[in-house]
């Protein structure tokens, strides 16, 4: 899933301290899992924002609202009869909420809530790390099931650097080394050859680095004719 932090309050009140009728939308996907978009935090954020405002001396009126999801143009369809009564619109959504929003309604102004961090789960309650790097070219079988690209602090794939010590990473003592993971992994499988052979360059063309993705597939295009 996506993982996000909500921005600071100080920050929020700043992008819209001109704004007094705000609209905060909150989104049920990713960041209602990692709780820091779903209905809760929005009233919570929602309430916070009229108490620092009653503190300054200023008006401010605030509603709120949780989509489906906000990364999917049915259901940010859904506000199209209202948004344009406010002044500013806060999205607790990753950060594609607040573009799918503002691709929409040109004429209304979208603050980004929170902060998009990576892709990855809960390895327990209130903690999240991350796991995918989203390069486009999955090869995690080659490495026990784990990702060197996303868990190594330098996306090393062909070993260790010389920097890791007792199973840790160089750069925190609380950071495991991915490398140590996946050997062990290897060892356990009975399959540490699979790490011996030299292995070709990544294919880094489906990253990033060649712009903004896009995923089509064909058979749904194709449906909607």
Wanted: glycine share 12%; charged share 25%.
């Amino acid at each position: 899933m996506i993982v996000a932090d909500r921005k600071s309050l100080q920050e929020i009140l700043t992008m819209v301290e001109d704004n007094k009728k705000i609209l905060i939308s909150g989104c049920k996907g990713c960041v209602t899992v990692c709780n820091v978009g779903g209905l809760k935090e929005v009233e919570i954020l929602a309430s916070s924002m009229e108490i620092a405002r009653k503190k300054q001396g200023k008006d401010i009126d605030i509603d709120i609202n949780v989509l489906e999801r906000q990364c999917d143009t049915e259901y940010v369809a859904g506000i199209s009869e209202t948004v344009g009564d406010y002044e500013a619109v806060i999205s607790l959504a990753c950060g594609v909420g607040p573009q799918f929003l503002s691709d929409m309604y040109k004429d209304q102004t979208f603050y980004p809530g929170v902060n998009t961090t990576f892709f990855g789960g809960a390895t327990q309650h209130g903690i999240w790390e991350e796991r995918c790097a989203g390069c486009g070219t999955c090869i995690i079988h080659e490495f026990g099931g784990h990702c060197p690209v996303a868990r190594c602090a330098k996306s090393l794939l062909h070993g260790p650097c010389g920097g890791s010590s007792n199973g840790k990473c160089e750069i925190s003592k609380d950071t495991e080394c991915i490398w140590d993971t996946i050997v062990r992994k290897k060892m356990d499988e009975g399959r540490l050859d699979d790490l011996l052979g030299i292995r070709g360059l990544k294919d880094w063309q489906t990253a990033r680095d060649g712009g903004p993705r896009r995923s089509i597939r064909e058979e749904l295009v194709k449906g909607n004719i």
